[in-house]
């Protein structure tokens, strides 16, 4: 079995059912679907899988990415009183979000522990028991 294989049957097997279903296929894929579910396989550092899951779906959002593009390129203003999200806090909550999904909960136990052990590696702050049972 290849690196990518295995990968992929361990990210499947934590997921939530309608992550599952999109990455299988029953489910159409959205852009923020992408995002989400790359930034997770990355985290995990799960490589190989990841890069399955960009080549299969990154093409259908092509013009995302060019507005995305534009968006970055282009000089812009946010009103002071505008509430932003941030990307670590929405990060945060995909992976605590993620964790909450996992069908089993020994699986569930065992991925908080290596969470736990990737926010350090990372210098990121460590999510408490209450953030992702």
């Known amino acids: 079995m290849h690196q990518r294989d295995m990968e992929r049957f ?3 097997f934590l997921c939530g059912k309608r992550d599952r279903e999109v990455l299988l296929g029953k489910e159409k894929m959205t852009f923020s679907d992408l995002e989400r579910l790359t930034y997770l396989t990355d985290f995990l ?23 995305l593009e534009r968006f970055y390129d282009e ?4 009103e ?10 929405l990060y945060d909550s995909w992976i605590q ?3 909450k ?11 908080r522990q290596i969470i736990k052990e990737k926010c ?3 210098g990121m702050a460590v999510f408490g028991e209450a953030d992702i049972v």
């Not at 002071?80 to 990307?87: Q, S």
């Not at 999904?101 to 991925?111: T, Y």
């Open 10 to 12: 361990a990210f499947l």
């Open 45 to 67: 550092g799960l490589k190989s899988y990841n890069l399955e899951i960009w080549n299969e779906y990154a093409g259908q959002f092509s013009e995302q990415f060019r507005r």
């Open 75 to 78: 000089p812009f203003s946010i």
């Open 80 to 89: 002071p009183w505008a509430p932003i999200e941030t990307d670590e806090h």
């Open 97 to 99: 979000e993620f964790c």
């Open 101 to 111: 999904k996992v069908p089993d909960g020994k699986s569930r136990k065992q991925l």
């Open 120 to 122: 350090r590696e990372k």
